[in-house]
């Protein structure tokens, strides 16, 4: 973890996850001050800080808050999206064994804002070291009276709210806040079609409100510091700090908080220390293996920020940040990548289903050296029937790479094909015939 930037998530601070030295280091005091204020108030505070979910689409937490049913009688709920599944993406997991408090104050910030009275914390079933961290983290906030009923006194407020820790059974699309519906009904995790949104129609029929374990933890300090000192923080479009992961070809991968709008340049050289051999940058993508990819010659003067990246045609996502040195071989890491989209599909709606197999497929093919040049028109052509026709977003993120690299390393792509071309020659002269024709057609 850097020791530069705000840290208004990972302060390095020894030991933040007890929950004694997060009291000694102000724990609780931004709950102190929402319950001094009205829901309303708490609500139009986050709206006015410009916070935007860190879970990948950058949707206005505030706004998204604001979509709560007030005043009904029915429960409604919160869940809290930990599940954390996408390549290039590693940052909630430092929020649960750094700073797990933090989390639960911002949890207990959001339900008394919305009159939420349970949230549940969904994490997968496979990181048991995080989910471990966290069910710590909460069991010693329920016996010092942070969370449940034992919170009136500590208080002094008649708010309460329970938190269940829940493990999910490990699957990519369980992150999708539908499917993690489903998931934590005891259903199979399938995406649910949009609307009714979970505001109106979410868990057991209830409202319900789906952020992500970054967004809630920074709702601490926007409450601490207030709205108009936290928009001054990075970028005024998309303002704060982000939990940047770094991995891939670099010397100091890891977790970086900085500012929005940082240079990209500057994460990868200056902080990050550039890359081992002094090797060039051949490709980076901006934001978990769903965003479409830069070349290394595109990044000089990016800054990450959604506005700046979706002006150059890519997307923050969720800020996992994934360097591809000069002999990596695009072609590989594109298959990899839809390998990745086609087995994680629920197989709900055709297009993904079959698009994604058929993208694999493809590329499989081009990878082993048996395409032909109409197989990069065809991949880019499943890539389009895919995007958008699709009950969840899974879809999009499956066809974006692909369509990503393609565009970018058509090069790449071609230099594939063009080989084939010449061993076909070579075994129609040696009297043989290769079936990769054959395959083509059956596409
Ligand atoms: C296939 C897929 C996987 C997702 N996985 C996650 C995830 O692991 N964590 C997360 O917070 N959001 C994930 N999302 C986004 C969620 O659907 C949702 O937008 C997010 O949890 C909302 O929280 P936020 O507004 O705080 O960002 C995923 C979306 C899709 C389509
Ligand atoms: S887009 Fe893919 S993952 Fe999403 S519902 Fe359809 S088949 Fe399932």
Redesign the pocket.
Known sequence: MLETGPHLVLPKIENLHKLDVYLKNGGFDAYKKAIKMTSDEVIAEVKASNLR???????S?GM?WSFMPKGNEKPKYLAI??????PG?FK?RQIFEYNPHQLIEGILIAGYAMGIKTAFIYIRGEYHKWVKCMQDAVDEAYAAGYIGEKMKKTFGNDYTIDIVVHKGAGA??C???TSLMSSLEGDRGYPRFKPPFPANKGLWGMPTT????E?LATVVPIMNMGAEAYKQIGAVEHPGTLLYGISGHINKPGVYELPTGTLLTEILFDLCGGVPNNKKIKAIIPGGSSMPPLRGDEIEGVRMDNESLRKIGTYIGTAGVMVMDEDTDIVKVTLRIAHFYHHESCGQCTPCREGCGWMEKILKRIYKGEGTSQDIDLLLSVASNIEGNTI???GD?AAWPVRGFILKFRDEFEARVKKQRSFISLNVVHGRRNTSQTLVQTV
Do not use: H, M, P, Q
């Open positions: 979910g860190r879970g990948g689409a950058c949707f937490t998204k999206n930990g599940d954390e599944s996408e993406s909630d990519y699309i992150g999708e806040e789906i952020n992500n374990v967004t969840c977003a899974l993120a």
